[in-house]
């Protein structure tokens, strides 16, 4: 599935979790925290006509990959399988401080069929009876934060370029 350096085969511009994480540990560690906060999250996908559609979703970071199970013919498992480009924020939770900050992953979802992959994630993760499992390759993970209430922190990652921080006061 990877090539070298967790860079996808044939792929000059995306990477797997596993690869953004040994590229930016820390950074990566706090986009996993902040998911981690909640169960719920949320999934846009294209529609047929190019209009975007928000769904709930459950992300699961496992085994160096993010991980996307759906409902069995799910809209969005439907809408990904025609166009895999996506783009998962986590849930905000309650009230506005945004504890860690608000995150958000883009990339590309491929749906995993019948096998042994899929069949290793269905022992682990016990998902309900039939789904739709995608694995995800980055294009770019955002966190947005305040930082000492003065200054608002942009941090972007992309695959092939360092960590970038921008502060706004």
């Known amino acids: 599935m990877s090539g070298i350096g967790g860079r996808l085969a044939g792929m000059t511009d995306t990477f797997t979790w596993a690869a953004f994480a040994a590229a930016e540990s820390a950074f990566a560690r706090a986009v996993e925290a902040r998911f981690a906060a909640f169960r ?77 992959v899929k069949a290793r994630y269905v022992a682990e993760a016990e998902p309900p009876q039939p789904f739709h499992l995608f ?18 922190v942009v941090e972007i990652w992309k695959p092939g370029e360092p960590l970038r921080t921008i502060k706004r006061r």
């Open 40 to 116: 719920h999250h949320v999934l846009a996908t294209l529609r047929r006509d190019g209009s975007p559609r928000t769904s709930g979703l459950e992300a699961d970071f496992r085994g160096g990959e993010l991980w996307l199970g759906m409902m069995h013919h799910s809209l969005k498992a439907l809408d990904l399988r025609r166009d895999p480009r996506f783009a998962l924020q986590a849930n905000p939770g309650e009230g506005t401080d945004l504890a860690g900050g608000d995150v958000r992953i883009s990339g590309r979802a491929y749906e995993v069929g019948e096998g042994a």
């Open 135 to 152: 694995r995800t390759e980055l294009t770019e993970v955002v966190r947005t934060r305040v930082e000492d209430d003065t200054y608002l």
